[in-house]
């Protein structure tokens, strides 16, 4: 894995978690709303993340198109092993760490969201019959936030967020290093 792919996979990671505080932080400014556009009490959403694969990326895809084998034309040697041995021979005398597009790959590049879906499980009702949402027996569904669990989750993601900022810095600071160690 190059330096570049870690401040990318620590990229998306910031990108993620800033999107999960923002549903956290709609969830916390909705807890009382009982009204909404669909009607009926705002529900609470939930961010839902899957692993950002490698051939989701650009890079990911012109790697995968280099690394396939050229079929017929006698040789029968993959264009992967050709590119990467005429890379590694250009940068081998450099002292700089590097790897092919394609090669050695971890399997994911990162996090993305997949989807932000909405909780449908009912929220408490409560008695207040001079509330205007209230039904003919006196009660108001309430939504179905819980602002203890969602101040907990907008703790985890802040400190999701600051440990993927950590880990962009420390890649930052490896690649500074090796560069003054090459420059001598």
Known sequence: ?????????????????????DIHAQNLANVDTTRTADGGPYRRRAVIF?????????????????????????????????????????????????????????????VRVHSIQEDDSPGPRVYDPGHP?????????????????????MISATRSYEANITAMNMAQAMMSRTLEMAGR
């Open 50 to 110: 899957e692993e950002r694969t490698a051939r989701s990326t650009f890079a990911g895809a012109l790697g995968q198109a280099i690394g396939q084998t050229v079929r017929g034309g006698g040789r029968g040697e993959g264009l992967s092993s050709s590119f990467h041995g005429a890379i590694n021979r250009t940068f081998a005398g450099t002292g700089l760490p590097f790897r092919g597009i394609a090669g050695g790959s971890t399997g994911g590049a990162g």
């Open 133 to 153: 949402d209230a039904d003919a027996y006196g009660y108001v569904e309430r939504p179905n936030v819980n602002t203890l669990a969602e101040m907990v989750n």
């Open 1 to 21: 894995m190059s330096f570049f792919n870690s401040m990318i996979i620590s990229a998306t990671g910031l990108s993620a978690q800033r999107t999960r505080m």
